[in-house]
Nanobody, 118 residues
Framework: QVRLVESGGGLVQAGGSLRLSCAASGRTFSNRDMAWFRQAPGKEREFVARITWTSSRYYTDSVKGRFAISRDNAKNTVYLQMDSLKPEDTAVYYC????????????WGRGTQVTVSS
């Protein structure tokens, strides 16, 4: 059974930093793209960042220069380093794995809450 488990969320003041982790089990994703999405209260889930199996990186415009996605294939884990956090970054952050095109992924975690206070 494939599982993605996010961790590292919490409450932080504006301007602070958090590092999210997503540990995968049940299969390896070293040759598959992985990504982070987020969903704020009352809003639709949105793309945040993606890292390909060749380690190319893509970000939504609102986080460029502040967030950094990385992966450790030996640990089957993807990370999201979030710096200079803003209150509008408050959301539940979800890990996704195995991109199958058009922004769709086969596997999802249950999410971790990130709250940024002003």
């Amino acid at each position: 059974q494939v599982r993605l488990v996010e961790s590292g969320g919490g409450l932080v003041q504006a301007g602070g930093s958090l590092r999210l982790s997503c540990a995968a089990s049940g299969r390896t994703f070293s040759n598959r793209d992985m990504a982070w999405f987020r969903q704020a209260p009352g809003k639709e889930r949105e793309f945040v960042a993606r890292i390909t199996w060749t380690s190319s990186r893509y970000y939504t415009d609102s986080v460029k220069g502040r967030f950094a996605i990385s992966r450790d294939n030996a640990k089957n884990t993807v990370y999201l380093q979030m710096d200079s956090l803003k209150p509008e970054d408050t959301a539940v952050y979800y890990c996704a794995a195995d991109h199958v095109g058009a922004g769709r992924y086969n596997y999802w975690g249950r999410g971790t809450q990130v709250t940024v206070s002003s």
